[in-house]
């Protein structure tokens, strides 16, 4: 299911723990996994539960709590919205409706051409931002205009082109 490699990063991270304690190193082997693959499987989420000695529900528990480890496949560029009540009072809710019409998907799907998932997204933390965006759980935007959006998009649409 994975390779040999992600198995040998998986052993880096438990040992940086004591060996009756290697479940601590769940989001790191999940974090592993999802590099590789893309996302998170059910069948990855035992792999990983049977790796570190614990429970699958107990994996599962962590996928399903952080919405940076994605459950199915997800399009090139994640963005993840917050919509949380600091962000909705500045925007947010104007933000993720903004990029529902410009993508043409609703929370939670992918284009057609596979490039954009939208997922809202609990407080990322810079309300003071806000509207805010997170892409591929790496890169965060602020202050999401209109005119800011459509540059994002439509940058992240170029880089595609020439590639």
Same mark, same amino acid.
């Given at each position: 299911?994975?390779?040999?490699?992600?198995?040998?990063?998986?052993?880096?991270?438990?040992?940086?723990?004591?060996?009756?304690?290697?479940? &601590?190193?769940?989001?790191?082997?999940?974090?592993?996994?999802?590099?590789?693959?893309?996302?998170? &499987?059910?069948?990855?989420?035992?792999?990983?539960?049977?790796?570190?000695?614990?429970?699958?529900?107990?994996?599962?528990?962590?996928?399903?709590?952080?919405?940076?480890?994605?459950?199915?496949?997800?399009?090139?560029?994640?963005?993840?919205?917050?919509?949380?009540?600091?962000?909705?009072?500045?925007?947010?809710?104007?933000?993720?409706?903004?990029?529902?019409?410009?993508?043409?998907?609703?929370?939670? $799907?992918?284009?057609?051409?596979?490039?954009?998932?939208?997922? $809202?997204?609990?407080?990322?933390?810079?309300?003071?931002?806000?509207?805010?965006?997170?892409?591929?759980?790496?890169?965060?935007? &602020?202050?999401?205009?209109?005119?800011?959006?459509?540059?994002?998009?439509?940058?992240?649409?170029?880089?595609?082109?020439?590639?």
């Amino acid at each position: 299911m994975i390779s040999e490699e992600s198995k040998a990063r998986f052993a880096k991270e438990v040992a940086k723990y004591p060996a009756d304690q290697k479940q &601590s190193a769940v989001m790191a082997c999940l974090t592993i996994v999802q590099q590789e693959l893309g996302y998170v &499987s059910p069948e990855s989420e035992q792999m990983v539960a049977d790796y570190l000695g614990m429970a699958p529900i107990a994996v599962h528990e962590v996928t399903s709590f952080y919405n940076m480890y994605n459950q199915k496949p997800v399009g090139k560029y994640k963005l993840n919205v917050c919509t949380n009540l600091p962000c909705q009072l500045r925007n947010g809710a104007h933000a993720m409706d903004y990029l529902k019409a410009k993508l043409g998907v609703d929370n939670n $799907q992918t284009t057609p051409d596979g490039l954009f998932t939208l997922q $809202q997204c609990e407080c990322l933390g810079a309300c003071a931002d806000s509207p805010v965006l997170l892409v591929n759980d790496t890169k965060m935007c &602020s202050f999401m205009s209109d005119d800011k959006l459509d540059q994002l998009v439509d940058g992240l649409r170029a880089t595609e082109v020439k590639s």
